[in-house]
Nanobody
């Protein structure tokens, strides 16, 4: 059973940085795609970034390109989301997601993922 545990959220000012962590357990994740999504009240969960665990390629939402970076640490079975130059519109609950995917395709929609963490709150204040 896949388990995902996010951490690292908090309150930060506009222009600041945060690094979110997602510890993955229960499987060998070399054939998994790992994603980050975020959600604000009244809105659907939206794609932020994703990567193949075994490859260096990654995909980003246009709104975060150049500011956010997704990466992993194999030894710690952890996926990170480094968030720089934060804006107030980056506020939300951030979720880590995983799906077993046997190709090089990087899923970008909520429906494509079948394992989710509990989320961590990120608040960016003016």
């Amino acid at each position: 059973q896949v388990q995902l545990a996010e951490s690292g959220g908090g309150l930060v000012q506009v222009g600041g940085s945060l690094r979110l962590s997602c510890v993955a357990s229960g499987r060998t994740f070399s054939n998994y795609a790992m994603g980050w999504f975020r959600q604000t009240p009244g809105k659907e969960r939206e794609f932020v970034a994703a990567m193949r665990w075994s490859a260096g390629s990654a995909a980003y939402a246009d709104s975060v390109k150049g500011r956010f970076t997704i990466s992993r640490d194999d030894a710690k079975n952890t996926v990170y989301l480094q968030m720089n130059s934060l804006k107030s519109e980056d506020t939300g609950v951030y979720y880590c997601a995983a799906v077993l995917f046997g190709t090089e395709y990087i899923p970008r929609t909520q429906a494509e993922y079948d394992n989710w963490g509990q989320g961590t709150q990120v608040t960016v204040s003016p």
